[in-house]
């Protein structure tokens, strides 16, 4: 069953289109990770969909309403989407129980008696049944969010969508917050989250959207987005690559910039002192000692390229060239081969109209 269809949803702002055209169908229990680099429109989509941001174009249809029709009862709908923020929105001056209740009592019109039964209950399933009667100044940020869920829970959402529920906490307080967010998961919970934790993301989730270029950029399971990304941009952001390429144009090309280059790529990205020292070393005798000598003026450019993932904590380096075919690995300098296989866990070579060499370095 789809209980919510968003199509060709867009957001401008006066300097900005965050949201170009979303589109996306969420089923009654889905639980759907967003994803993706900062500013990329994740929080504008959310706030689109429960219209606390007005969409510039598009529809919203949610549970059969169409939203985004000025017609619409927007809070009728409201009240079967829950919102979680990342800065609690508690009220200050109203007990920790008072804030789970007055949504249920006020919208829902349930007797206080029953609400405040139900509201001990939903403090209970997230641990916080004796801070009751505190205020939300005596609680700790991962207490308060704890809160904010079980609020959210207490007006018995048909779907809860979370905006980086845990970013304003401190670290030692994540995990709090995200095992009740696991603990609705299974229990069959509809709910959407924006969120920056990966492996959370992966654990939790059905399904995960990946935001870039104005929309969901690339969708699919966990494995499929984890574990084999299809498009370039989802994958550089899931193993957090930082990328380096060096273009040369002709065999006289610059070295020493090349080489200083590698160095300034390695300062800007906190990289070891070892690990760029072995990414010159592969440049120097891979394409200065056996490519650059073996290839002509119209063979060129060679391109370097060097990814260094952060989450594996090795660089993968790729050399393309065209021209004859010609595999340095096994026809180069017998020295530079024995420096480049040292440096590396692996080293490949392959010809399909251009040469292509991959090594790893440790």
């Not at 494995?223 to 084999?228: G, R, Y």
């Not at 480049?340 to 490949?348: E, F, Q, R, T």
């Amino acid at each position: 069953m789809c209980l919510l269809k968003i199509e060709h949803l867009r957001k401008e702002y006066p300097n900005i289109t965050p949201l170009k055209d979303v589109n996306a169908e969420i089923y009654k229990g889905d639980v759907i990770s967003v994803i993706g680099p900062s500013g990329t429109g994740k929080s504008t989509m959310l706030r689109c969909i429960n219209q606390l941001e007005m969409p510039t174009s598009g529809t919203v249809t949610f549970g059969g309403e169409v939203m985004t029709d000025a017609k619409c009862d927007i809070s009728k709908v409201r009240r079967k989407m829950g919102m979680v923020f990342q800065s609690f929105n508690l009220f200050a001056n109203r007990s920790i129980i008072d804030n789970v209740i007055s949504a249920p009592v006020d919208l829902l019109k349930v007797p206080r008696e029953q609400a405040y039964k139900e509201g001990m209950e939903l403090l209970r399933r997230v641990g916080l049944a004796e801070k009751a009667n505190a205020f939300p100044d005596e609680l700790s940020g991962g207490q308060k969010q704890r809160v904010a869920i079980a609020r959210a829970i207490a007006m018995k959402p048909e779907m809860i969508l979370f905006d980086e529920p845990t970013s304003a906490l401190d670290p030692t307080m994540v995990g709090e917050v995200l095992s009740v967010i696991r603990t609705l998961a299974k229990e069959g919970m509809t709910m959407m989250i924006v969120t920056h934790e990966m492996k959370f993301a992966r654990d939790v989730s059905n399904r995960v959207f990946y935001m870039d270029e104005g929309g969901i950029y690339e969708e699919g399971t966990p494995e499929q987005i984890f574990d084999a990304p299809k498009k370039e941009k989802t994958r550089i952001f899931i193993k957090r690559l930082k990328q380096l390429e060096i273009v040369l144009d002709t065999p006289d090309a610059d070295i020493i910039g090349a080489l200083s280059q590698i160095e300034e790529f390695g300062r800007k990205n906190l990289l070891s002192a070892k690990t760029v020292r072995n990414m010159q070393l592969c440049f120097e005798e891979l394409v200065t000692g056996n490519i650059l000598p073996a290839v002509s003026d119209e063979d060129m450019p060679v391109v370097f390229r060097a990814e260094y993932s952060e989450s594996e904590g090795v660089t993968d380096v790729t050399v393309t060239y065209r021209g004859r075919r010609y595999d340095p690995l096994t026809e180069g300098d017998e020295l530079s081969v024995k420096i480049v296989k040292s440096l590396s866990s692996s080293s490949a070579y392959s010809f399909d109209n251009i040469n292509r060499v991959t090594v790893r370095l440790f």
